[in-house]
């Protein structure tokens, strides 16, 4: 089980792994995502907590369905995490 301490670092480090994949900057998803380059990187390094909103822009500046497809395999142990962002939604 995920500790939800770590929680913001997993999500970070998935972040940064699909990005990469698509050869993207930082900056190349902050602009799609209309997000602030300084914020991807915080997010990335586990320094920030998204809102469910900000983890559907990155997802779809992605190109991917939503969380279904940004955490996969790990939907199921991020629940209570995104159970948590749904409840301190904010829009950087």
Known sequence: M????????????IIREKRK???WHQSDLAEFA???????????????NPSIFTL??????L??????????EFQEEMFPYIMLLDENEEVK
């Open 56 to 61: 559907l822009k990155i997802s779809k500046a």
């Open 21 to 23: 994949a698509k050869g």
């Open 34 to 48: 209309s997000l602030n380059r300084n914020y991807i990187g915080e997010i990335e390094r586990g320094e920030s």
């Open 2 to 13: 995920l500790d939800i301490n770590e929680s913001p670092k997993f999500v970070g480090s």
């Open 63 to 72: 190109g991917l369905n939503g969380a279904e497809e940004l955490f996969g």
